[in-house]
C-alpha cells in the first residue's frame, strides 16, 4: 500500500512555505526570466491581460510592472487563502 498524495493536499501543505521557498535566489532568477519573456511577447509592454495557470500566492503578479488585468487559477484552497492574504481578491469554487 502506497501512501499517494494528491495535489491540492500537496500544494495545500506547501502553500504556508511557498512564498518564502519562491522568493529565494533560484527561484527569484527564474520568475525574472518568466517576467521578461512576458514583456518580450507583449505588444503594449505595460498593460493587458494575463492568465496565471497554478497562481499559487499571486507572486508573479509582482514582479509585472504596469497596469495588467491578473487572474490566477489554482488547484489549492490554501494557496488561495494566501492570494487573499496579499490583498487578491479570490474564489474559491471546487474543480
Do not use: W
Not at 529565494?24 to 526570466?33: Q, V, Y
Not at 521578461?36 to 497554478?54: C, M, V
Amino acid at each position: 500500500m502506497s501512501n499517494k498524495i494528491y495535489p491540492e493536499e500537496f500544494y495545500d501543505n506547501y502553500a504556508v512555505k511557498y512564498d518564502d521557498v519562491a522568493k529565494k535566489k533560484s527561484n527569484a532568477n527564474l520568475h525574472n526570466e518568466v517576467s521578461k519573456i512576458f514583456h518580450q511577447h507583449n505588444n503594449n509592454h505595460n498593460q493587458g491581460s494575463i492568465l496565471d495557470i497554478g497562481c499559487g500566492t499571486g507572486l508573479l503578479s509582482e514582479l509585472l510592472q504596469g497596469d495588467f488585468e491578473y487572474t490566477g487559477i489554482d488547484i489549492s484552497a490554501n494557496m488561495l487563502e494566501y492570494a487573499a492574504k496579499r490583498g487578491y481578491q479570490t474564489i474559491n469554487k471546487p474543480i
